[in-house]
């Protein structure tokens, strides 16, 4: 069982840059594959950007470029490094973690709130 809690939200300017966290707790950390998604009001859930346990990484051609994802299994904490901030991506940014084999599971951590002011 894997419990996520994000941080590093907040307001930033147009332009600005961010970092947040997400830090798991419980066991198997290493093994799961972790995904950053966000989700604005009125819009449908959109996948940001995720790293497989074995370190393979996937962008959306929004953020490609201007975002990095990053994991630290011995810390247990997930990372998205954003810069280059615009207000279309003012969002909740929620981690997931998740796995298929042997048994499909996955866990979701409660969001953050991103501001980003023009």
């Known amino acids: 069982q894997v419990q996520l809690v994000e941080s590093g939200g907040g307001l930033v300017q147009s332009g600005g840059s961010l970092r947040l966290s997400c830090k798991g707790s419980?066991?198997?950390?290493?093994?799961?594959?972790m995904a950053w998604y966000r989700q604005a009001p009125g819009s449908e859930l959109e996948s940001v950007a995720e790293?497989?346990?074995?370190?393979?990484?996937g962008y959306a051609d929004s953020v490609r470029g201007r975002f990095t994802i990053s994991r630290d299994d011995r810390k247990k904490i997930l990372y998205l490094e954003m810069t280059h901030l615009e207000p279309e991506d003012s969002a909740v940014y929620s981690c997931?973690?998740?796995?298929?084999?042997?048994?499909?599971?996955?866990?979701w951590g409660q969001g953050t709130q991103v501001t980003v002011s023009s």
């Open positions: 997931r973690a998740y796995r298929n084999f042997p048994l499909k599971i996955e866990y």
């Open positions: 419980g066991s198997g950390f290493m093994n799961y594959h």
């Open positions: 790293i497989s346990a074995g370190g393979t990484l």
